[in-house]
């Protein structure tokens, strides 16, 4: 499964970005994708997941700010960044997992700052 994020870049406060991850695979229905982050000099962290059947989970720290879809026609699932704020400053990581098999794509950097 070959990933492709996008839509990173730059924002100030309080602003709002979208971000999308395209798959490869006709099997995109069988994934749990995730969003992950890695902010500078800090580890990855979950950001938010959804499965097949649309459950959805979320980091405490983006509860309510964050929000995570998927459109399997178009395989591609996305994250949708409102409120944001400068700790919200990081790469993001769109991943995918197959019955185990995880599957990651190449990172899209987000910066909020004024």
């Known amino acids: 499964v070959q990933l492709q994020a996008s839509g990173g870049g730059s924002v100030q406060p309080g602003g709002s970005l979208r971000l999308s991850c395209a798959a490869s695979r006709s099997i995109f229905a069988l994934l749990v994708m995730k969003w992950y982050r890695q902010a500078q000099g800090k580890q990855r962290e979950l950001v938010a997941g959804?499965?097949?059947?649309?459950?959805?989970k979320y980091a405490d720290s983006v509860l309510g700010r964050f929000n995570i879809s998927r459109d399997d026609a178009k395989k591609t699932v996305y994250l949708e960044m409102n409120s944001l704020k400068p700790e919200d400053t990081a790469v993001y990581y769109c991943?995918?997992?197959?019955?185990?098999?995880?599957?990651w794509g190449q990172g899209t950097l987000v910066t909020v700052s004024s």
């Open positions: 991943n995918a997992d197959l019955l185990g098999t995880q599957y």
């Open positions: 959804i499965t097949g059947g649309g459950s959805i």
